[in-house]
């Protein structure tokens, strides 16, 4: 039907000019019909061919449906003309209005990517900025157990998440121990000393085995989540090794309430996370292992000290002096029994080496604030001339026994005649050690003999 109404369509130009030949065939019609009425002939077939063939005017109005015809059809062909102008406007209308929408749809399209992006930027540097507050949080935490408990809590509250662990390797690296969490479910994992063996069931198990991350994004379909009663929200959960180099000491291990809550990104993200927590971890155990070493020193010093010091008085006894208000005088041992008013020990590494003792002449007189604290700042700073002056004789000491045993091996050592040497050493050392009685046998038994 289609196709027959398309055969049936006529253009324009058709049109005009079949309708202007009509219209033209009108002219000698009637101009015959009228020439048959003036010549008072009948009305009939052939009075209209005989008029008709014996008048040339009529022979020119004969042309009249050709001429109009063409003239329609010209008419109509300008028709047909602005008729295919309107219809190429109208498809490059058309056309516009496509690629305008496609435009449209495109510019939609890339402010919802660039949208989405700039969501992605916001979110990625909130969590730099959270990641730098933990830093900023955890970095001046001096002692273990404090870090590991402010990890816990400050990455659940910076991040928002449901639970937080923190798991450090056994001495035999055999099981990976829970040592700090911030969730209720957490705490009884703590008190029942929980753990899970390297390697074994569990996605930090998997973590502190292989030394890359992990993630659950749906916890009820992975094979490696070990479903832990204490812990019944937990959808997803990501776990990330703690390392130093290339050696394993623990897991950082994040849980959710929510599925699909991690993402790529996300082991981007919490990687750093992760090797913060590992430097301030590292960095708080050697502190503490150096405040251990330091103790460990000030203990041995303070022991050498009082043996040192000990030795020295044994050596060298020294009751003391007493100022009577014009000169400094000698104590007795009588004079340990004096009265006084305060006493200040003389404390050097722990070691009591004397005690400052001031008395006043008025027995109803009391020491003010001020003269306490100038007879305690005086004790340490006496304590420690005391050690400079004892130190300084004690390398006295020493310096007088290398020069005596150095100006000996000098005498001893340019003779090569055995009798001389021994008479020279036997002489040396009686100069040295007086009131000693020297002597040198010489002898082939052996020294257990």
């Known amino acids: 039907m289609n196709s027959k109404s398309n055969r049936l ?16 065939l009108t002219f000698p019609v009637i101009g015959t019909i009228l020439e048959v009425m003036f010549s008072k002939l009948s009305l009939s077939i052939s009075n209209m061919l005989y008029i008709q063939s014996i008048d040339p005017l009529l022979w020119i109005v004969d042309t009249a449906p050709i001429v109009i015809g063409l003239l329609a059809g010209y008419a109509g062909r300008k028709q047909d003309t602005l008729a295919e102008v309107n219809e ?3 498809e490059r209308e058309n056309e516009l209005k496509r690629n305008q929408a496609n435009l449209e749809q495109y510019a939609n399209e890339r402010t919802a990517e660039l949208v989405l992006a700039n969501q992605r930027n916001e979110n990625r540097a909130a969590q730099l900025e959270a990641i730098a507050n933990i830093a900023r949080t955890i970095s001046s935490i001096q002692t273990l157990n404090e870090l590991l408990d402010q990890v816990t809590q400050t990455i659940s509250g910076q991040f928002g998440f449901y639970h937080v662990g923190v798991y450090l390797l056994d001495s035999n690296k055999e099981y990976a121990v829970l040592a700090a969490t911030n969730s209720e479910g957490g705490k009884k994992m703590l008190e029942s000393n929980h753990r899970l ?3 074994g069931t569990g996605i930090v198990g998997f973590v502190t085995n292989t030394g890359q991350p992990r993630i659950a994004l749906d916890v009820g379909h992975d094979s490696a989540y070990f479903n832990n009663p204490d812990l019944p929200d937990t959808h997803s959960e990501i776990a990330l090794p703690l390392r130093v180099g290339i050696d394993i000491f623990g897991a950082l291990d994040v849980q959710s309430t929510e599925t699909n809550a991690f993402s790529q990104e996300d082991i981007s993200i919490l990687s750093i996370l992760a090797d913060q927590v590992s430097i301030a971890i590292q960095n708080t155990r050697s502190y503490q292992q150096i405040q251990e070493a330091l103790a460990q020193a000030e203990v041995a010093s303070m022991q050498m000290s009082n043996q ?3 030795q020295f008085l044994s050596q060298e006894p020294v009751e003391g002096y007493y100022f009577d208000g014009v000169n400094a005088t000698k104590l007795k041992p009588t004079d340990r029994q004096r009265a006084h008013s305060l006493a200040v020990p003389l404390i050097w590494r722990g070691t009591r080496i004397g005690t400052l003792k001031l008395s006043t002449t008025d027995p109803h007189r009391t020491l003010t604030d001020d003269e306490i604290d100038i007879a305690h700042a005086a004790a340490e700073r006496t304590s420690i001339a005391l050690e400079n002056a004892r130190l300084l004789q004690e390398a006295q000491k020493r310096a007088a026994k290398e020069r005596t045993i150095s100006e000996i091996s000098a005498k001893i050592g340019s003779l090569n005649n055995l009798e001389n040497l021994l008479q020279t050493t036997i002489q040396e050392l009686g100069n040295t050690l007086p009131n000693t009685d020297i002597a040198i046998q010489i002898s082939t038994e052996k020294p257990g003999d």
């Not at 369509?9 to 033209?24: K, P, V």
């Open 308 to 310: 040192q010091w000990q």
């Open 9 to 24: 369509h006529l253009s324009e130009t058709q049109r005009y000019a079949i309708l202007g030949a009509a219209f033209g």
């Open 88 to 90: 190429q406007l109208r």
């Open 197 to 199: 063996r390297i390697g």
